[in-house]
């Protein structure tokens, strides 16, 4: 009889261990490893991330861009974060530093549409046409359909005198957004600079009257 009994309160005492013992067990396991985040809590450098995308798009560049650097510093294999932080740098104007960040991102996806026609609309903006000719090529090659790329890519082969190739691409833009005033002046300077100059003039009247019906 006494047996039992002990058997009985050792086996409240285990119970009463096991009750004392489950809140830190869950702490613990909701800590993880020393030093980690909470498996199940917010991740603040996601949350950083979509802020910095939000105030991109807001035109709050310079928040913008300490925001994807704050990003980008901590995960440096973050592609949203290069290629935001490159797009941010554009738009500032400092082409130097938005090439290399897409040249990162590049590193990272290669056969990113996206990484592939800002690189190459950076390298435009830089005048640095043959490289920019290159990597909008392969934009297009990736996507068909994506209009600005050919846009960019028949500007800068207009800057490399290869006016045949340049007007192959620069119809494609019009084909895909028939709106496209620059596509048209481009076209203009294309055939000016292939001497065919009524050809060249009713480009220039069309991109001025999509430009006045748009």
């Known amino acids: 009889m006494m047996m039992a009994e002990d058997e009985a309160g ?7 261990a096991a009750v004392d013992d489950a809140p830190r067990k869950r702490a613990t396991s909701r800590k993880g490893r020393a030093g980690e985040p909470s498996s199940n809590g917010p991740d603040p ?16 560049h310079a928040d913008a861009a300490d925001a994807f650097t704050a990003v980008a510093t901590a995960q440096p294999d973050n592609l949203r974060a290069a290629v935001g932080l490159g797009a941010v740098l554009f738009a500032q104007g400092k082409y130097d530093a938005a090439e290399k960040e897409l ?3 590049a590193k990272l996806a290669p056969d990113s549409v996206e990484v592939n026609y800002q690189l190459g609309n950076t390298l435009y903006k830089k005048g ?3 490289a920019a000719a290159t990597a909008l090529r392969r ?4 996507d ?4 600005p790329a050919y846009l960019v890519l028949g500007e800068a082969l207009n800057q490399m005198a290869e006016s045949d190739a340049a007007l192959e691409a620069l ?4 084909r895909l957004v028939p709106e496209n005033t620059k596509a048209y002046y481009a076209m203009g300077i294309a055939y000016d600079r292939k001497g065919n100059h009524d050809r060249a003039a009713e480009m220039y009247r069309l991109s001025r009257e999509v430009a006045k019906t748009g």
């Open 139 to 142: 934009a297009v090659e990736l």
């Open 128 to 130: 640095v046409y043959a």
């Open 144 to 147: 068909p359909d994506h209009g």
């Open 45 to 60: 450098l996601a949350a950083k991330l979509e802020r910095a995308e939000s105030l991109l798009s807001e035109g709050s």
């Open 171 to 174: 119809e494609e833009a019009v």
């Open 103 to 105: 040249r990162r991102a």
């Open 10 to 16: 050792k086996q409240e005492e285990q119970d009463a």
